[in-house]
């Protein structure tokens, strides 16, 4: 889907560098304007064991370190709300957005009933669920232009929403270890992109973005009945954006 996605955005970036309206063109002032597309998502998570003395003991922690760490990725639909406000020198335009994002990621991971190693009598059973919704990004832009098309770069921060549910149970005393955590994350965003002079106040936008929020999730755990039993936690998120959209000057 991505793969397809990206040829699409290059045809439509490729026929928009070709046409050429006649028209002299101008992005000095402020505009507003709506963009969809696709976007490619990893949640790198690593759920490991922060005490060995209380509960768990170094085989333990041998054992479940590894098996909590998984690479989670989604591919899905992706929607951009964005205001702006240009200011054009001869051919050179420099601006800054405000834009509410909508991409919605959901990936659940799941282990057990596995058996201990070091308790072959008495298993264990983990279950996580990372979610993320939308996000607001402020999307400085330089961008040149040639003829009636400006090419543009993007470097800004972005805020985005996580929800992240964590559930540890085992058989051995038995023990329960929860994890509830709604957060937002501060990442940066970088990219680039084209706009296209139609008719009148009109444009057409065709644009790549790359977000990151590193610790996105960095949290502990603890067991609801001996709280030096517990995990430390921690979740970095990515997305790659591709997006078609229009936009109006006024």
Known sequence: MIRKTVTTVLAIMAWMAACNTGAAATWDGTYFGVSGGFAGQAASSSTIISDVVTYFNPTD???????????????????????GKSWQTADR?????????????????NIGPTTYVSQPAHTF?????????????????????????????????????????????????PITIPLDKSTWALGYVIGGGMEKKMSGDWLLRAD?????????????????????????????????????GIVKKF
């Open 125 to 173: 059973q983990m279950d996580s669920t990372i979610k993320s919704n939308l996000g607001i990004a402020i999307r400085p832009r330089l961008g040149y232009i040639v003829n009636d098309t400006l090419y543009y770069g993007v470097l800004g921060i972005a805020f985005r929403q996580f929800d992240y549910h964590f559930l540890f149970t085992d058989t051995y005393q």
């Open 61 to 83: 922690k041998t054992q479940l370190d590894p098996l909590m760490a998984r690479e989670l990725e989604a591919t899905g639909a992706t929607l951009d709300l964005f205001i």
């Open 93 to 109: 335009v420099v601006g800054v957005e405000l834009g509410l994002f909508m991409s919605p990621f959901e990936e659940k991971f």
């Open 208 to 244: 790549v973005t790359y977000s990151q929020y590193d610790a996105a999730i960095d949290e502990q755990s603890h067991a609801t009945t001996l709280p030096g039993a517990g995990f430390d936690h921690k979740v970095d998120f990515t997305e790659t954006s591709l997006r078609v």
